[in-house]
């Protein structure tokens, strides 16, 4: 059964970032599948109103008070009379929200549940217990967290911080990782490669590697380039990297760098730079647009991540996907990432990080030792059959599936299931949880769940709850529903395909079934 | 909002072939504090319509009529009474300050019963309560209770969008667009107080904003802080989209057969 989704969160396009992507992808690839899904974000500045975008994915641009970093201004109840009227107007039954540091994604799930309507969550970072403003960020996802039908986390490292975080009960959270389109990712094609050879050295990059063969190791005085693409923040560990790269050099002569990325510690880098005299062997690009990451990271072996916190890490897949080896530092969900003959891992410490890329630079070079060469002209491939935004779009429709009761049999519909029917009805039952798979509606049992979080919290919560509760049936009063518009649905490419599809079957059936159209498949393959 | 009746009237001035159909959609009895205007369809020629939006109680009975015939008689009595007032109290005033001893009409003040009224009530108010009192009424005199808002196309040759003044004092505004300065026109929707809504516009070449075609609602209004709320006359979706169709239909040419 399609549902109707609302994708929310404070971080959408025409701002870049990861969260960014993974909502408009996993937007796009739901739109697929026959959902029909909207997305709501505050307005940026020249971009207001109501949007579409490819494939009919429509935006919605509230108009809001922003402050900080994109985030807007949490005022707890003023976004609620608009939020209920493009809820009705869309007919939404799913509100799913994104990130948790945006403010619009808490209060719509929070009135969302007020209007009874089901929830999901995705976090997508990971934080700290210790300090003021993480437990100030805890208690609000715990507020939040207290009335959401389920949670998706992006690593199960995530998800135990999430689960630690909300005080949530585990089986509610699933873990769902981000993805990359492999095709944005692709290694340097041959063709290519003598382009970027010949022409374009503008601005003074190093030229390509060549594109590794299969077993043959690079030479000893053969130059290797390391890349790093980093927002230059203390939590990227740009410390660290300042602290390694002189060391690195030191021990490598035929190490270059090649640094992207902008942040408050870029002063820092450049100081270090100046201090050692390292000019020549470390280039400073700057900001780089997401587009052009993959231009850069074509031009390296092996990509640096010295990152002190990370909850899934989506620039190390898209580097793998640029067939570069991976020398990434132990924290958060960044070793459930990549398999580990992609990766060097290191501790988060100076010495360890600058063994660790020792290690990758003699793995290049043959010196496998216990591991054996590596073979980066693979990976490619081996992420691409890993990662892709269909297949979590796919597990994304299942939470669904799960929290709206409605039969996950059918999430096979489109004839492109993941599964074969055997596996499928293996699958069925997987990651239901043991009680009610949604949380009840009732007021006074969504008040007791609030009233659980903290002597005063509690109180304070139940009290927000009752004020929206009014707050809605006030709205129901004051703008009924018969009053609002109903939006027009984009209309769905699905229905032309149904339309071939039993035109090819000679009409005998309307119904796209999953399992009859990959018994038709079959018979083709056998005739 | 729920009762937008559709009420379509075509009157073709005796041009043979023109079928007339009226559609009216049932007013639910409830909810009158969303009473919403309508959206009338006239055909003055084969080549010209005219869809008009209101905000005026779409409800043509005998009593309905009666009651708005009162009210404009109650109207006109109470504004005339008024003046006469204001009339007597400057009489009053002169009479006083100047010691003389006739002004006009001062045979209507000495003898007739009206006269005499209007005198003791402008002796008993003073200035400063009977001028703010009596512009309030007068506003509300002339106030025009509903908003009407049209679009007249008129094919080969242009639309023009006219919106009701908000008093009786005041004429139409009316804008007329050549067909050669249309780009286009779409419906789309907009954010719009606590609300999203749908609204009908037309891209006019050379011109930065589009021009909103029945624009009360879609375009600063303060229509909460008046005393009816249904000031919003933007039609709903089902009937811009029977304006759009219809003005697109209109508007050109149909394709040489």
């Known amino acids: 059964m399609p549902h109707n989704i609302a994708m929310i969160s404070d971080f959408f396009y025409p701002q870049p970032g990861g969260v960014e992507s993974h909502i408009y992808q996993l937007s796009s690839k ?84 007020t209007m009874g309507l089901r929830t999901v969550f995705t976090d997508h970072s990971l934080f700290g217990f210790a300090d003021a403003a993480s437990i100030l960020t805890n208690k609000l996802l ?47 094609h041959p ?44 939590n990227k560990g740009t410390d660290l990297l300042i602290a390694s790269i002189p060391r690195i050099l030191a021990t490598h002569p035929n190490v270059r760098f090649i640094i992207a990325g902008s942040g408050p510690k870029a002063i820092d880098l450049e100081q270090m730079l100046d201090r050692h005299i390292l000019h020549d ?112 779009a796919r597990r994304t429709e299942r939470v669904y599936d799960l929290i709206t009761g409605s039969d996950s049999s ?77 939006c027009r649905d984009w209309p769905k490419k699905g229905k032309v395909a149904e339309m071939d599809g039993a035109g090819d079957d000679g009409g005998s059936s309307l119904k796209r079934d999953g399992t009859i159209r990959r018994t038709s498949v079959v018979e083709d393959d056998g005739g | 909002m729920s009762g937008w009746a559709l009420a379509v009237e075509s009157r073709s001035l005796g041009i043979s072939g023109f079928v007339s159909r009226v559609r009216q959609r049932p007013l639910p009895e409830r909810d009158n504090l969303h009473v919403s205007g309508m959206l009338t369809v006239k055909h003055p020629t084969p080549t010209t319509v005219r869809y008009t939006v209101s905000t005026r109680s779409p409800t043509r009975t005998f009593a309905a009529e009666l009651t708005r015939l009162c009210l404009g008689a109650l109207r006109f009595t109470i504004g005339l009474f008024l003046l006469l007032v204001l009339f007597a109290k400057a009489r009053v005033t002169l009479v006083e300050s100047n010691r003389s001893q006739t002004w006009y009409l001062d045979e209507l003040f000495a003898k007739g019963a009206l ?73 789309h929707e907009a954010f719009k107080g606590f609300e999203v809504k749908f609204y009908l516009a037309i891209v006019v070449e050379g011109e930065e904003d589009v021009v909103v075609v029945f624009p009360v609602s879609s375009v600063g209004s303060d229509s909460i802080a008046c005393a009816d709320r249904p000031q919003n006359i933007l039609p709903k979706r089902e009937a811009l989209e029977e304006v759009w169709r219809g003005t697109k239909a209109c508007l050109y040419e149909p394709k040489a057969t």
């Open chain 1, 142 to 188: 715990k507020f939040i967290l207290s009335d959401v039908d389920h949670v998706i986390c992006v690593s199960h490292t995530c998800k135990e911080n999430t689960v630690l975080r909300a005080s949530l009960d585990p089986l509610m959270v699933s873990v769902i990782p981000n993805a990359v389109v492999a095709s944005n990712f692709r290694p340097l």
């Open chain 1, 281 to 392: 062997r470390v280039t400073l690009l700057g900001p780089v647009r997401h587009e052009e990451v993959r231009d850069v990271m074509v031009r390296g072996h092996i990509y640096l991540h010295p990152s002190l916190t990370e909850a899934f890490g989506t620039v190390l897949v898209e580097a793998a996907s640029c067939n570069l080896l991976i020398v990434c530092t132990r924290v958060g969900g960044i070793p459930e990432v990549l398999p580990g003959h992609m990766t060097v891992f290191a501790k988060p410490e100076e010495d360890d990080l600058v063994r660790a890329t020792s290690e990758a630079v003699g793995l290049l070079m043959g010196r496998g030792g216990p591991k054996g060469g590596v073979r980066r002209e693979r990976f490619h491939e081996q992420v691409r059959m890993m990662y892709s935004w269909s297949d979590i």
């Open chain 1, 191 to 234: 063709s290519e490669y003598a382009v970027a050879t010949t022409s374009n050295n503008s601005h003074s990059l190093p030229p390509p590697p060549p594109p590794p063969t299969s077993a043959q190791p690079l030479g000893p005085n053969d130059p290797i380039t390391i890349v790093v693409i980093s927002r230059l923040f203390y």
């Open chain 2, 115 to 187: 006269g005499h009224v209007a005198t003791q009530v402008a002796e008993h108010l003073a200035w400063r309560w009977l001028i703010p009192s009596s512009a309030v009424i007068l506003w509300a005199i002339f106030r025009r209770g509903y908003t009407e808002e049209s679009l007249l196309v008129i094919r080969g040759l242009g639309v023009q969008t006219s919106t009701s003044s908000p008093t009786y004092l005041s004429t139409s505004s009316t804008r007329f667009i050549p067909t050669n300065v249309i780009q286009d026109i779409f419906i």
């Open chain 1, 410 to 486: 059918e999430s096979s519909r489109d004839g492109r299931g993941y599964y074969d029917p055997q596996e499928e009805a293996m699958w069925r039952h997987y990651g239901q949880p043991s009680r009610p798979a949604s949380q009840n509606f009732a007021l006074i049992d969504r008040l007791k769940r609030y009233y659980g979080c903290g002597i005063w919290a509690g109180k304070l919560f139940v009290l927000c709850v009752v004020v929206d509760y009014l707050l809605f049936v006030f709205l129901e009063l004051w703008f009924p529903r018969s009053g609002i518009d109903i």
């Open chain 1, 30 to 113: 739901l739109i697929d599948r026959g959902h029909k899904v909207i997305i709501i974000t505050h307005a940026y500045e020249g971009r207001t109103g109501v949007r579409y975008l490819t494939n009919g994915l429509k935006v919605y641009h509230v108009p809001f008070f922003v402050i900080y970093r994109e985030t807007t201004f949490p005022t707890v109840f003023s976004f609620f009379p608009i939020f209920r009227n493009i809820v009705i107007r869309e007919n939404i039954q799913i509100v799913h929200g994104h990130a948790s540091l945006s403010s619009l994604c808490h209060e719509a799930i929070l009135h969302a549940r």
